[in-house]
């Protein structure tokens, strides 16, 4: 509780008086003092006056007078100190009330006193007014008032006991509060120098909280990043006053040596009575944050670089190169299959002078090395953890050589399978040695999904290494059908022409003439069907070849059209072409143009019926120009779209037979010119099938072969 000079009280506040207080200071029958009730009673008034303008006297020169403490409650303790006098009964006094309220607004014992003194002080002086005291009259009148400072005393003291007890009781909480925070809390002085902190901050420093008091973090903490700068940023606020939101901290800390750890940290300037006096903090420890962002980003990193490699040793020496030295010092990886290694083990180190005991260790191709190891990765294809190689019985594998780990300084080792549905395709291994960090089960989930990706890496390249293999035999497939079929064809082809040229009469040269033509035309499909499976082999690896050259879009329309007229008329279709006036010129491999044409007309004739037409038209869309051709046919389902561009696809309603090639070949030819193909249809709506090609821009004349 705060005390002042005796003064006046706010206007509108209510004085600090008991409110049971009872006195009586005659006893009954005993001799009264009417002359001083008189005064008392009667010029109640006059006393209430003397009263304040005495207290404003005492308030100083110059300064107005505040409502006093006790303006409410004067008549009414006048009354009682009448009636007291008076050897009346005495009543209740209610000037107290509220007492418990006053006491924390900083009211104290001397100001209530005060006002006491200058009241009795006021009665006695009008009281001599009327005349001279009688003897004992003033005794009298000091006893009342003797009586009223005492019960005042004891009810200001209870209040003031019961202020401090609640003051202590919100100490003690707020204490248990400032220690049980799960957050750091602290406060230097304006020398930098720790005053308090609780307990979790000191945990998480290492350090006692003794033993931070007096000291500056620099002191305390060399190896925090940028301490200086912080303590210099920290003097600006001591001068400045802005807080300091939201600053990143990292470094290490005698809690984790060798560990880097991260913390943000709220500043703020602490004052008291409007001076600063030093520099508060809340700490939050965002480490495994930041640990989860770097695992996250190094993840991301790491499936960047494994789809980048094609073969297993590639993948094998990337996830060597991945994991030393970010997550240990020594790596080594391999291929397992069956619960064995197979093939060579990868071993990489971060310590040239490890490097050579470590590929002693695990290269060799020997199963009792590979069983030591890997463990049981190999036995059960279980990861297997051991933080601290010196504190265990056995060494890695449960077997591994004791004196090998000790002239390596094996600190902890960490081995996972390589795994993928359930099927083990490899093995990683990791230590660290010299470093200061130590491997543990908090670092094996994080190995285990780099290990996941790991998996799917080996086992892409084992697919990427199969399918070259069929695509290997493809080839040799094809360059024998392209060879040694083309010139039996060639000889069956020229013996039918020669067939067709024979004299034979009457109806036995219809059937020779009609043979030959049937072996014509089985022998241009057979020509069609090598010269398709060749280009969709070179679409698929990337190796078809296109000469563009400056073509103009109505002339390709109309020789497509012109190229299967005669199919169209045989099945009394309309088959024309429609191109708008002007386009400019396309950028076009002429003849595999009229290739793609020729296949998109030739689909529509197939599934058109006699009477209905298909529509070859040219137009121009912004930079390209857009061919398509539309039939009248039965159209194609949805679920058939997606799919009409892939090889050996066909759609389920086409109604024709075919090797399925048509359309990725026609896709592989427009995509090879820069353009992209399309198809748009609907059940019994026909189909409309559109390409685009780019236009031809200057020394477009000269443009070389385009290998797509």
């Not at 060799?364 to 294809?381: C, D, I, S």
Request: with cysteine.
């Amino acid at each position: 509780m705060t005390t002042r000079q005796a003064g006046p009280c706010p206007a509108g506040r209510r004085s600090i008086v008991n409110p049971h207080l009872r006195f009586s200071v005659v006893d009954r029958g005993a001799t009264q003092w009417p002359a001083m009730v008189s005064a008392i009673r009667d010029r109640a008034g006059e006393v209430l006056a003397r009263w304040e303008a005495a207290l404003r006297v005492e308030a100083g020169p110059g300064r107005s007078l505040p409502r006093p403490l006790l303006v409410d409650h004067v008549p009414e303790l006048l009354q009682a100190i009448a009636t007291a006098l008076s050897g009346g009964p005495s009543p209740r006094w209610q000037a107290m009330l509220h007492a418990d309220d006053r006491v924390p607004d900083g009211y104290g014992i001397e100001d209530v006193l005060a006002e006491l003194a200058v009241l009795r002080d006021a009665v006695t002086a009008v009281r001599e007014e009327q005349g001279p005291l009688a003897p004992g009259e003033a005794t009298a009148l000091a006893r009342v008032f003797d009586a009223v400072v005492v019960a005042t005393v004891e009810r200001l003291g209870q209040a003031l006991r019961e202020a401090m007890g609640a003051r202590e009781d919100a100490s003690a909480r707020l204490e248990a509060l400032f220690q049980s925070a799960p957050v750091g809390l602290a406060f230097w002085d304006r020398d930098l120098r720790f005053v308090r902190l609780n307990r979790w901050l000191a945990e998480v420093n290492g350090l006692p909280v003794e033993a931070h008091l007096g000291h500056t973090p620099a002191e305390l903490f060399p190896a925090l990043e940028g301490i200086d700068a912080i303590q210099r940023k920290w003097r600006e606020m001591l001068e400045g006053g802005e807080p300091w939101i939201g600053a990143e901290i990292s470094g290490e800390t005698p809690a984790a040596p060798g560990v880097r750890r991260n913390w943000r940290e709220d500043f703020f300037p602490v004052r008291r009575g409007g001076e600063i006096v030093g520099i508060g903090a809340v700490v939050v420890e965002t480490t495994e944050a930041h640990r989860a962002v770097e695992r996250l980003a190094f993840l991301a990193r790491a499936s960047a670089e494994l789809a980048e490699a094609v073969t297993d040793e590639a993948v094998l020496a990337r996830i060597a190169r991945l994991a030393v030295p970010d997550i240990a010092d020594l790596c080594a990886v391999a291929r397992v299959a069956g619960g064995r290694v197979t093939g060579k083990v990868v071993a990489e180190t971060a310590d040239e002078d490890l490097a050579a005991a470590w590929r002693a260790l695990v290269e060799g191709g020997a199963p009792a090395k590979e069983r030591q190891l890997f463990g049981r990765v190999l036995r059960n294809g279980q990861p297997e953890v051991i933080p601290r190689v010196r504190d265990a019985r056995r060494g890695p594998g449960n077997g591994q050589p004791r004196e090998l780990l000790e002239r390596l300084g094996l600190r902890s080792f960490l081995a996972v399978p390589l795994q993928l549905h359930g099927r083990v395709v490899g093995a990683l291994a990791l230590a660290t040695a010299r470093s200061r960090r130590d491997l543990d089960a908090e670092d094996l989930e994080f190995v285990q999904e780099l290990g996941r990706r790991c998996a799917v890496a080996l086992d892409n390249a084992r697919l990427l290494h199969d399918a070259r293999a069929e695509a290997e035999l493809r080839d040799r497939v094809l360059a024998f059908v392209s060879h040694d079929l083309r010139n039996p064809l060639s000889t069956v082809l020229l013996g039918a022409g020669r067939l067709a040229t024979l004299d034979v009469p009457g109806r036995d040269g219809e059937r020779v003439r009609s043979a030959a033509d049937q072996i014509r035309r089985a022998v241009d499909r057979m020509r069609r069907l090598i010269g398709d499976l060749l280009d969709a082999t070179a679409v698929e690896s990337g190796q078809l070849s296109v000469l563009p050259r400056p073509e103009a879009p109505a002339r390709l329309a109309a020789d497509a059209v012109e190229a299967f007229g005669a199919s169209a008329r045989e099945k009394g279709l309309v088959l024309s072409a429609e191109a708008a006036q002007g386009l400019p010129p396309v950028r076009a491999d002429h003849d595999r143009i009229l290739q793609v044409l020729g296949n998109l007309v030739s689909n529509a004739i197939k599934v058109s019926a006699p009477g209905r037409s298909v529509r070859v038209s040219a137009s121009l869309d912004g930079e390209a120009v857009v061919f398509r051709v539309a039939d009248e046919g039965p159209g194609i389902a949805e679920e058939d779209r997606p799919h009409l561009f892939q090889p050996y696809r066909r759609g389920a309603t086409a109604g024709y037979r075919g090797t399925g090639l048509g359309l990725a070949i026609a896709r592989g030819i427009v995509e090879a010119h820069g353009g992209r193909i399309w198809v748009e249809s609907a059940p019994g709506s026909g189909a409309t099938f559109s390409f685009t090609l780019p236009l031809a821009g200057e020394g477009d004349d000269e443009v070389p072969a385009v290998t797509h």
